[in-house]
């Protein structure tokens, strides 16, 4: 199994910039992609963004719109999820999944086989 650990979350202002991390351990040498989602109250869990552990390709939701970047430390089995501009409508739950597969598309949940508890964001205007 792989076990992932979300950190990083918090309380910000709109505008602010907040880093997520997720560390892996376990079996990683089974990971193939990690990702980010995120769920607001009343809404559905939704893909923030992804990135294949060995080759680094990303995946990111149209919403992101350049304001946040997804990277890896394969060293430290970590990715994170760097977000500028924050906006009140990111505040959410982020949580951080594992595949250990290629997905016809990185965007769906059902993908992944491992999930995180999740870290709270939080975007005041």
């Known amino acids: 199994q792989v076990q992932v650990v979300e950190s990083g979350g918090g309380l910000v202002q709109a505008g602010d910039s907040l880093k997520l991390s997720c560390a892996a351990s376990g079996r990683t040498f089974t990971t193939y992609a990690l990702g980010w989602f995120r769920q607001a109250p009343g809404k559905e869990r939704e893909f923030v963004a992804a990135?294949?552990?060995?080759?680094?390709?990303?995946n990111y939701a149209d919403f992101v719109q350049g304001r946040f970047t997804i990277s890896r430390d394969s060293a430290k089995y970590t990715v994170y999820l760097q977000m500028n501009s924050l906006k009140p409508e990111d505040t959410a739950v982020y949580y951080c999944?594992?595949?250990?597969?290629?997905?016809?598309?990185?965007?769906?949940?059902?993908?992944?086989?491992?999930w995180g508890q999740g870290t709270q964001v939080t975007v005041s205007s």
């Open positions: 999944a594992a595949r250990t597969r290629p997905a016809t598309k990185a965007s769906l949940a059902e993908s992944y086989d491992y």
């Open positions: 990135i294949t552990w060995s080759g680094g390709i990303t």
